[in-house]
């Protein structure tokens, strides 16, 4: 995203392998959102947008690849495998 201001807004280590990292991140505008995704330690990130703004986001305790985040729209979403395949609405 060439010319655009990133702000990270929250970050999230996994208990269960702490070289598993989240950010959420913002543009400065706050119409878009999305996740820089680490597995080392922050060395490196991949980068997934989102369809919604994320209220909180949390790792399973024990399988590490497993996160629930909760939306300000009141939407509960999941996925299995780190985001890998993106965070998928529970409600729908």
Do not use: W
């Not at 497993?66 to 890998?84: I, M, N, P, Q, R």
Request: charged letters at 20%.
């Amino acid at each position: 995203m060439p010319g655009t201001t990133i702000i990270v807004t929250n970050f999230y280590i996994c208990p269960s392998n702490k070289k598993k990292v989240i950010l959420i991140s913002s543009t400065i505008n706050e119409r878009d959102q999305m996740l820089f995704i680490s597995t080392d330690e922050g060395a490196s990130f991949q980068r997934q947008p989102l369809s919604f703004t994320v209220e909180t986001l949390l790792f399973h305790p024990s399988e590490e690849d497993k996160l629930l985040a909760y939306s300000k729209e009141s939407k509960l979403y999941v996925s299995s495998d780190l985001a890998g395949n993106g965070l998928y609405c529970r409600n729908e």
